[in-house]
Structure formats: C-alpha cells, structure tokens
C-alpha cells in the first residue's frame, strides 16, 4: 500500500493506491516494464499522457521510485505501468 505520491512535481493526494511487481524465475527483480502503479486520488487531477518520474512512500516508510508511462487516467483514478528500473524494490523473499 502507498501512502504517499509524488507524480513529477506533484504531490497527490491519496485515497488509494498499490504498487504490483512481478519478479521472473531466475531474474534478481522486475525488469522495466514489469510493475504498475494503480492510484486513486483524493481529489480530481489531471495528468498528461506520456511518461512520468513517480516518488512512492509505502505504509512501512519504504521508498520506491521510477519512470512509467500514464496508462489509463479519468481524472481520480490513473494507471501507471513501469518504464525503467524501479529503485528501491527489494525482493521480500
């Protein structure tokens, strides 16, 4: 869960919102394009399609962050999915 993000300059309000990660057999992490960003805000807010730097702050205080191109957006719920190396993601296994 994401308590906390931040969409280039902006810092959203979140009602919700989760990071998916998929970790392949035999690779140390995901790669590039395997993780998504679901967010809902708290209030509507427009975002250009097209890629964005993503800042995210867990509920346990960790810190992810990493490029992704904007997937699906009607103005309070947005999809982002993974367009580079997701920093901060250690495998929990």
Known sequence: MVERLQVGDDDLGVAY???F???REGEPGPGPNDWEVT???????RLEPGEHDLQLEAA???????RALL???DGSRHLFRGDGHLTGYDDPA
């Open 17 to 19: 919102a989760d990071v």
């Open 21 to 23: 990660v998929v970790v």
């Open 39 to 45: 967010l809902r805000t708290c209030d509507p807010h």
């Open 60 to 66: 346990d205080g960790s810190h992810l962050s990493g």
């Open 71 to 73: 997937r699906y957006s």
